[in-house]
């Protein structure tokens, strides 16, 4: 059993969380005299001039229920990136700690050390994008507080085996945050269901990919109480707003057309995989359990202005390391797949 307190910042550790006015009466009848908003309605119409519920507890509760997992293990953010940045917050002290990354990653969490000023401690992943166990190991220094691993990978689009994130998990003493944003497009159970095991597992999720709801900017961290409580303390008090979160009570009730929709993305992905393959410009593709496809391309910074000139939008990733002339396909729907290949397969004209 991990000591959480024992791996806070003393100023976390000390702090008094502001209290809000929904924080000091959480009823929902009566005359709102509180927290001044505007007694009067909101501007344009819509019932928006009350602040939101700051613990997001009938998100909550759906999600507690799908996920199977206490109300007390979930945190709601403004999108997951807020989460990685609450944790990078709460648990590293600037100018002086580390969290360790192993790119190619997905770019927030150096961009969130950054911005706190928390060293970063980079272990790539192998030419398969799999993890390097024992070199993980060896480098974690008694500054390093945070572990972050993507699974499925981005811009690999990989799973991460199973067995290297057990061993880091067993051999770690700070956290270890899996970020599963791109879960539900893979065939692997979520790490969700081995918090009861590890108290040093935080485990991200996102509302932005398979539910199809970026725009809203909803995501959570899952986690042993502990942990939560933390992040709940140093939250923006208001951090996702209400029109965000009924939209998000409202989903939870469609878990079974997210699903068909995840399903939908799969066989388009399968489809795309094929059709790539059989491109001449296409040199290799990167097995994928995501929502999107690393392909390395005959001569990537051509190929992806080819793209531009007719309109087809993809990710450039041939300048990280590991995705040497690599493009990231997303998932399109099927018109835009055909249209792809059909420009793809024109290149060199
Ligand atoms: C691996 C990964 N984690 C997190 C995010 C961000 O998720 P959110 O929209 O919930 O902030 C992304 C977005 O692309 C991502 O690729």
Redesign the pocket.
């Known amino acids: 059993m991990i000591n959480i307190q024992s791996l806070l910042r003393e100023n976390i550790k000390k702090l008094k969380p502001y209290s809000s006015a929904r924080d000091e009466y959480t009823g929902n009848v009566g005359i709102f005299l509180d927290a001044n908003e505007n007694s009067f309605g909101s501007i344009p119409a819509g019932d928006l001039n009350r602040y939101p519920d700051p613990h997001q507890h009938e998100i909550k509760r759906k999600l507690s229920i799908i996920k199977n997992i206490n109300t007390e293990n979930i945190f709601i953010g403004n999108?997951?990136?807020e989460a990685i940045d609450l944790l990078m917050r709460a648990f590293c002290e600037p100018g002086k700690e580390s969290i360790l990354i192993m790119p190619p990653t997905?770019g927030?969490y150096k961009v969130a050390a950054d911005i706190n000023d928390v060293n970063i401690i980079e272990v790539p992943l192998t030419s398969a994008f799999q993890i390097i166990t024992d070199e993980v190991i060896n480098n974690i220094i008694s500054s390093t507080k945070l572990i972050f691993i993507?699974s499925p990978n981005?811009p690999s689009g990989n799973l991460l085996d199973r067995n290297s994130i057990r061993t880091i998990l067993n051999s770690f003493n700070g956290l270890v945050i899996i970020?599963e944003?791109y879960i539900d497009f893979a065939n692997e159970e979520s790490w969700i269901s081995e918090l009861e095991s590890f108290s040093n597992l935080v485990v991200?999720q996102?509302f932005?990919k398979a539910w199809g709801l970026?725009n809203i900017?909803v995501?959570m961290a899952y986690g042993n109480e502990e942990i939560i409580s933390v992040m709940n303390k140093i939250k923006y008090p208001y951090n996702v707003n209400g029109v965000s979160q009924q939209i998000i009570i409202d989903a939870l009730d469609s878990e079974s057309t997210k699903n068909e929709v995840v399903n939908k993305i799969v066989y388009q992905r399968d489809k795309l995989i094929e059709a790539l393959s059989n491109l001449d410009v296409i040199q290799k593709i990167i097995p994928t359990d995501s929502n999107f496809i690393l392909a390395k391309v005959k001569h990537a910074n051509n190929v992806y202005d080819y793209l531009l000139e007719n309109k087809i939008i993809v990710r450039n990733r041939s300048n990280i390391i590991s995705c040497e002339e690599c493009l990231r396909f997303t998932v399109g729907t099927e018109d835009e797949n055909e249209k792809l290949i059909e420009i793809l397969s024109k290149y060199g004209e």
């Open positions: 999108g997951s990136d997905y927030m993507c981005n970020d944003a991200l996102t932005s970026a900017r995501g």
